[in-house]
């Protein structure tokens, strides 16, 4: 059964500093991971997606890589802002999972002015 | 991408009745799925909508409790059936374009709190 990790569960962090964040999965056999952003009470917004055969993906301030063979994703976000404070969800689409994501529980990032 | 509407954005309901929850493609998907999530944790996939067809559910959810209605291509909806505090939760739909690799897609939640 695939299970998905989210590190750190909680991040708190000065606006214009780098960060990363991580996600590590149990198995490897998967088509695709992808990376969530949710404000609170709300749905959930796709960032990126990275294909299984990908190393990484880019979308503005954000920088998604995968090293599947490791069971490893990071989102590094550059330059934060007090805008990026949410919750990041990564969640990965396996290849016996039939249609399902298997999602983490989330890493709480605030950003402070 | 896709564009979901879900409906109700939030509700307040009082135990023992029943919501249904409508979402809303802006295009002809061939996946849609209904998520639960508990305060504090993440996403719980509860069924699989299948047009045509009867809703494949995952463990520990079924129809009585959670039926699903999917008449075409575009629309569902989930009802969360005589109600209790423990159903209050957001509920999310999501749509993909098909199996493997295509991207998820996700309404903005239907925040439901029973009393």
């Known amino acids: 059964k695939q299970e998905v990790t989210q590190i750190p569960a909680a991040l708190s962090v000065p606006e214009g500093e780098n960060l990363v964040l991580n996600c590590s999965f149990t198995d490897s056999a998967i088509y695709n991971l992808q990376w969530f952003r949710q404000d609170p009470g709300k749905g959930l917004t796709s960032l990126l997606l990275?294909?299984?055969?990908?190393r990484e993906q880019t979308s503005g301030r954000l920088n998604a890589s995968l090293d599947k063979s490791s069971g490893r994703s990071t989102l590094y976000i550059a330059a934060s802002q007090p805008g990026d404070s949410a919750t990041y969800l990564c969640?990965?689409?396996?290849?016996?999972?039939?249609?399902?994501?298997?999602f983490g529980e989330g890493t709480q990032l605030t950003v402070n002015p | 991408s896709a564009v979901i509407s879900q409906k109700p954005s939030r509700d307040i309901c009082q135990r023992g009745t029943s919501l249904t929850i409508q979402c809303q493609v802006d295009s002809q998907v061939t996946m849609m799925f209904w998520y639960r999530q508990q305060p504090g944790q993440s996403l719980t996939l509860i069924a699989t909508?299948?047009?045509?067809?009867?809703?494949?559910?995952e463990s520990g959810f079924v129809i009585d409790k959670f039926p699903i209605s999917r008449p075409n291509l575009t629309f569902s909806t989930l009802t969360v059936s005589n109600m209790s505090p423990e159903d209050s939760s957001i509920y999310l739909c999501s749509v993909s374009r098909g199996l493997g690799n295509t991207e998820a897609f996700f309404g903005q939640g239907t925040r439901l709190t029973v009393v």
């Open positions: 909508a299948n047009q045509g067809s009867e809703a494949t559910y």
């Open positions: 969640a990965v689409y396996g290849e016996t999972s039939g249609s399902r994501l298997t």
């Open positions: 990275i294909q299984s055969s990908q």
